[in-house]
Nanobody, 123 residues
Framework: QVQLVESGGGLVQAGGSLRLSCVASGRTFSSYDMGWFRQAPGKERDFVAAIMWSGSSTYYADSVKGRFTISRDNAKNTVYLQMNNLKPEDTAVYYC????????????????WGQGTQVTVSS
């Protein structure tokens, strides 16, 4: 059983920054690609960013390109999401997840999920 625990969310003003962390249990973290998704109230869970197991490739939603950076530290079983120049429309619960399927962008291709961390950006 894999457990994912996110942290680092909070309330920030527009233009500010936050760094989210996601710590995974288990010994196989370094073998899996990881992703971040977000869900705003009343909306579907949307892809934000993903990173390959080696860290060699990263993928981003168009809405966050140039502002967010995903990274990982396999020695610490941790994946990060650095969020800069935050906007009110970034307000959502952010989830990390482990990719099991073939597609980086679709939530159904991820099998384990964290409980989420709230990010609120005020204008």
């Amino acid at each position: 059983q894999v457990q994912l625990v996110e942290s680092g969310g909070g309330l920030v003003q527009a233009g500010g920054s936050l760094r989210l962390s996601c710590v995974a249990s288990g010994r196989t973290f370094s073998s899996y690609d990881m992703g971040w998704f977000r869900q705003a109230p009343g909306k579907e869970r949307d892809f934000v960013a993903a990173i390959m197991w080696s860290g060699s490739s990263t993928y981003y939603a168009d809405s966050v390109k140039g502002r967010f950076t995903i990274s990982r530290d396999n020695a610490k079983n941790t994946v990060y999401l650095q969020m800069n120049n935050l906007k009110p429309e970034d307000t959502a619960v952010y989830y990390c997840a482990r990719r099991q399927g073939s597609n980086f962008y679709l939530s159904r291709h991820y099998d384990y999920w964290g409980q989420g961390t709230q990010v609120t950006v005020s204008s």
